[in-house]
């Protein structure tokens, strides 16, 4: 129910914007968040976004100021917009939604906590 697209092969320093969509229905989700996941690597929280309140955020150290999540419930789209990419930036970027009902005063940063997963887009950065 949710889909990620908008990878690519970008050279270092360029830009991508990711894209998370869910169909089916309307998203109803508390929280959505990035996630990435680097060959050889656990899965690694990137951002996420207050879905239903407010539409505050909140990002890794690695990506802060180069990266910025945003919604748009008329098209049920929250979007990664990354900057200034590296190469170690490298890696399958996942978008994860909470469950319905459920909800957080602190918006959660652990992969368990989400319910809902696309199926991943590549992001590989060339140096």
């Known amino acids: 129910q949710l889909q990620a697209s908008g990878g690519g092969l970008v050279q270092s320093g360029g830009s991508l914007r990711l894209s998370c969509v869910a169909s089916?229905?309307?998203?109803?989700?508390?929280?959505i968040a990035w996630f990435r996941q680097a060959p050889g690597k656990e899965r690694e929280f990137v951002g996420n976004?207050?879905?239903?309140?407010?539409?505050?955020?909140n990002y890794a150290d690695f990506v802060k100021g180069r990266s910025t999540i945003s919604r748009d419930g008329a098209k049920n789209t929250v979007t990664l917009q990354m900057n200034s990419l590296k190469p170690e930036d490298t890696a399958v970027y996942y978008c994860?939604?909470?469950?319905?009902?459920?909800?957080?005063?602190?918006?959660?940063?652990?992969?368990?906590?989400?319910?809902?997963w696309g199926q991943g887009t590549q992001v590989t950065v060339s140096s």
């Open positions: 994860a939604a909470t469950r319905e009902g459920d909800y957080y005063a602190i918006m959660p940063i652990h992969a368990s906590v989400y319910s809902y």
């Open positions: 089916g229905r309307t998203l109803s989700s508390s929280v």
């Open positions: 976004i207050d879905w239903l309140y407010g539409g505050a955020t």
